[in-house]
């Protein structure tokens, strides 16, 4: 017991000097840390995945069934195009035919040729369409137009109904919602 009185009694600590220095390491620590951190959560996010789909079109009639859009890798890195969906149905590859822009899209689309894809008129120029075959890749910054022949799930009783045409990626999907119009065929 007067072990514990006398270390008590006792006037021995920590300098002043050595109690700084431990402050300040622990605060430049932090200050790292908290440095790293900011940095590592701006690094992943500027390299984000970014879909923008536009000019959305379905178009139906006795003879013709296509679906058209516009879309546009707007984030920091490059996509892979799984497969698109329309009203929950997947479309096979050999019905999509896309276009890399050239050009940029200000136009709105029109009813493609449906007996020839392959050449189909945009922004007043008629392009070269190539039929797909695969998981189709947008690079950063990319455009592509994509039409698609024979949407499974489309009828004509569906004019003037919604219908959702989906995106999908290795990472995500994204949805888009247009009406059903009437088709006025293209010769």
Do not use: C
């Not at 006792?10 to 220095?21: D, E, H, I, P, Y």
């Not at 000019?55 to 013709?64: E, L």
């Not at 007996?115 to 008129?121: C, R």
Request: hydrophobic residues 40%; proline residues 2%.
């Amino acid at each position: 017991m007067t072990k514990m009185m006398n270390l008590l009694k006792s006037k021995r600590g920590l300098s002043n000097a050595v109690s700084t220095l431990i402050i300040l390491v622990v605060s430049v620590l932090l200050a790292t840390v908290v440095t790293y951190y900011a940095i590592n959560i701006t690094s992943t996010r500027v390299q984000e995945e970014a879909v923008n789909i536009q000019k959305m079109h379905v178009w139906v009639n006795n003879t013709v069934k296509e679906a058209a859009f516009v879309i546009t890798n707007t984030g920091g890195k490059d996509i892979l195009l799984d497969k698109i969906a329309v009203r929950g149905v997947e479309s096979a590859w050999t019905n999509v035919y896309y276009w890399k822009a050239t050009v940029t899209v200000t136009s709105d689309l029109a009813v493609g040729n449906y007996s020839n894809l392959t050449s189909i008129v945009v922004e007043g120029t008629a392009r070269v369409f190539t039929q797909g075959s695969t998981d189709l890749h947008i690079a950063s910054g990319e455009t592509f137009v994509i039409y698609i022949k024979d949407p499974d799930s489309i009828t004509v009783n569906d004019v003037g109904t919604t219908v959702s045409l989906t995106v999908y990626t290795a990472n995500a999907e994204y949805l888009e919602e247009s009406n059903v119009e009437s088709a006025t065929p293209n010769p």
